[in-house]
């Protein structure tokens, strides 16, 4: 079980979390002016790297704010929490 | 027979005063407080204790610890009867009953032992090769093997024993109670830190326990007496916590560990009944300290599972911790200097030691010479190529051994029991599973610990460090680092002195040769699921070079003991097989548990009632006296129907119905989700995340919506009501209340944090009364005087607030029922009095309450849609046939996109349809599935199946919503619905079957 430290409430255990998924993926601004394959690659396609990952988390059963968390797909380990909105910053991956 | 004839006089770690009775395979038999079920029993000479699983050869105990393949028992009878538990394991208690798992009739005449007799038959991947074909067979062959194969019963009944689960932190976690192990927790504990350290043994000390009386010092003192100073010294650290009886079994990630103390098991039936029987420790460590030992590995060689035949530690805890003779002529069997002390021991309580077989040619460590001294013949360069003994060994045959092969004529040696020692693998279990990387040392054949990537350090014996000093210096060590690390300074500790004899370097053998003709001569690798060498080597020739693959088809360490004494030699003998260095091959992955933890830990106290919250309206006690029958929606509990006395479900659930339809029906609809929206982009918010238009609803009226993913499918719908210009209440279905809430918390904060809008869960505030039916303004004219309820006053689709049964009130005018209806919201105290008050006021016009099976009846019978039941995920509103409520003008709102991807914009999408069966009488099944034409032989073409179906009183016929591939261009076609035994025509129909115009809800 991992333990994530929520920017607001601090450690916690991870059963009290959800995952969002994939971090900074923006909604396209107009969705009708794209292609088929371009919004398809907006709702399905996911990098999926052996590595640094930048996923979206929610203290689902704490604060119950969103944040970014960035972890390694590999060994778990998280690299680094940060503000929903804060630019990535550092790390491989897309 | 003599009582525990095989036990010493004296020593040992046992209480010759305690004398406790126990059975064992139906026969009573007698031990003493300190033994495990396996001492009692080779106390009392009992050799044979269970046969091997898939050829069901004769098997005896094999080693003292958790690592024990084939001494497994079912412990206890009836409800609390525990399956396949190490005998080795089991503390013994007074009145203990244990029987062995997998023999029948009896241990001694098993009839499946025929298939020893064929097991040439029975080769690697017999299973699979043999049964996996034709493919619909195989569950009906693996009942058959399951039986015949048997690894204890289950009890048929509940669990009668408690378990308990708790949560502990700590900064050093320390794996072993060892030398090892004691010194790291006396380091980090004087350092300061919180440390907790567990130990499965009852008793803290590991190896340290089986040393004779006369046995090891450290600084001075006893082995044993010094474990217990450290025992003493640590029990008085404030900040320590010491669990005996308490397996490290699961090591996760960043550190969460996972514990399972036995605290009461080794009590039987004198157990405390405020204990509970085992408690789940679930530990979050800043550092973790692994000393978990070694374990022994067998020497694989010719006839090697007989009864008797045991690992030389074993031999030798069993005779110097427990006080039993392993045997009255015991062989040693060694390529190592350790097995030297089980032949010392054993030579000086007396018991006869014909031979130390020595694989290497020259032995010239201080143990051997020691041996030679005490007269013990020493056959170096000499291995053991078969043995004898039906039930039990009753010889060995000796030859000189070089260069793997058997390089002189074999002699006989009688013997009835061989210890014997192929090394010691360390137990890198726990380190492995945490993700640490093992790295192959060649000269003792052994994986250590390599790299790790979390926060845990290894000493002594799992490292690699058998030498007593060593581990003794590596725990001091490692404590004294984790507890730094954890930020606690240095502590004050020297190292104290050791006098243990130097070993000689070990020869590694995988295996030893034999002079019998291949095929002849079984040499097992893995004797919980009888895995030969020979084995080992089909799967090498059939091209399973994977480890994994291999594992799998040969069943090597697929048992209840995972390998713990066969994985090592079985990857040796593939690698040798294939011709691949051991490290090129690698070990299987390391899986918790570490050895098998009960189901019933792992549910703790969350059993029935506490398995999940329950959820009540506040007028839940109102329906339980008025004989409701519940259902489970979500974690609500909601009445289904209220039946009257003689009366079924379908006679409710059709006079609920009809009163809904004829006089005034109340349903208790609380349980459905209420979000209140606020703020100045609320409107807004509406838009986004709703397919219809909100900016131009009027304060005081009420829009239904449909919500989609992103992907353009139905995720919930509900009525929203305009409260002010900025306050809306969102109304959402029952089960999908919270996901709702969490999906607008999810957009309002990462995608558009910049709208000025908040959302809180409303549900529980609230308790929701709705009437419904021709008769339900008139109700509702005499519980208020507040406002005006005339059809223009107070239109269809809008709500007012006021006095309603004397408290203040929300009233909607929505209906789902299709009748003229009114949504009762008050404060959740008023609830019940307001509910009560309707069905007092509602008497006259025959005021029915009904539950959610007429409310589904009611809704299908006007066609409207329940999210995840009549949609699944792969629904869209088009499918549906609800376009009228997506806007086309509105540039954007969630799932909007995806409406127009090819995919949903296809023709062949299943749609919603209505269906009326040929014979109106016969109710479809919900899930049956439609096909066009019935005489198409299997596999046919499945084109829907049926989402809703009831018989309508209203209608006096039955009825059924479908998702048909292309279902509104089929109208009027005949269709056949598969029900059990038969299809079942249907004519494809409108979705909606009563009051098309809904002229009776806005009425
Ligand atoms: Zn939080």
Redo the contacts between chains.
Sequence with gaps: ???IACPHCGPR??NEF?C?GEAHI???K???A?S?AE??DY?FMRTNPKGALAE?W?H?VGC???FNVERDTV????LRVYA??APRGGGGGA | MKRQRQRLDVGARIDRGQRLAFRFNGKSYEGFSGDTLASALVANGVRLVGRSFKFHRPRGIYSAGMEEPNALVQLGTGAASEPNLRATQVELFDGLEAASVNCWPSVNFDIWSLNDRVSSMLPAGFYYKTFMWPTGLWMRYERAIRAMAGMGRTAREADPDRYDQTNAHCDVLIAGGGPAGLMAALAAGRAGARVILADEQNEFGGRLLSEPEDGETIGGRLAVDWVADARAELAGMAEVRLLPRTTVFGYYDHNFIGLIERVTDHLGGAAPEHLPRQRMWRVRARQVVLATGAIERPLIFAENDRPGIMLAGAARAYLNRYGVQPGEKVLVFTNNDDAYRTALDLNAAGIVVPAVVDLRADPQGSLPARAREAGIEILAGHGVVGTKGRLRVTEARVAPVSDGAVAGPARTISCDAIAMSGGWNPAVHLFSQGQGKLRFEEARGVFLPGNTIQANRSAGACNGAFPLAVCLAEGTEVGALAAADAGFGAPVLALPETKEAEEAPMEVVWQVPSDRPPGKARAFVDFQNDVTTKDVKLAAREGYRSVEHFKRYTTTGMGTDQGKTSNINGVAILASALGEAIPAVGTTTFRPPYTPVSFGAFAGRELHEFYAPIRRTPIHAWHESHGAVFEDVGQWKRPRYYPRAGEGMHAAVRREAIAARSGIGILDASTLGKIDIQGADAAELLNRVYTNAWSKLEVGRCRYGLMLGEDGMVMDDGVTARLAEDHFLMSTTTGNAARVLAWLEEWTQTEWPDMKVHMASATEQWATVSISGPKARNLLAELTGDFDLSPDAFPFMSFREGIVAGVSARVFRISFTGELSFEVNVAARHGLAVWTACMTAGEKYGITPFGTEAMHLLRAEKGFIIVGQDTDGTVTPADLGMDWIVSKKKPDFLGKRSLSRADTLRSGRKRLVGLFTEDPKTVLDEGAQIVAEPRDRPPMKMIGHVTSSYFSPTLDRSIALALIEDGPDRMGQTLHASMPGRTVPVRVTEPVFFDPDGERMRG
Excluded at chain 1, 75 to 78: E, F, M, R, S, V
């Design positions: 079980m991992l333990q255990d991870e959800s969002g923006a909604r396209p107009q969705p009708d794209i088929d919004w398809a709702l979206r929610c689902t119950r704010r969103w060994t778990h380990t998280i929903m909105g």
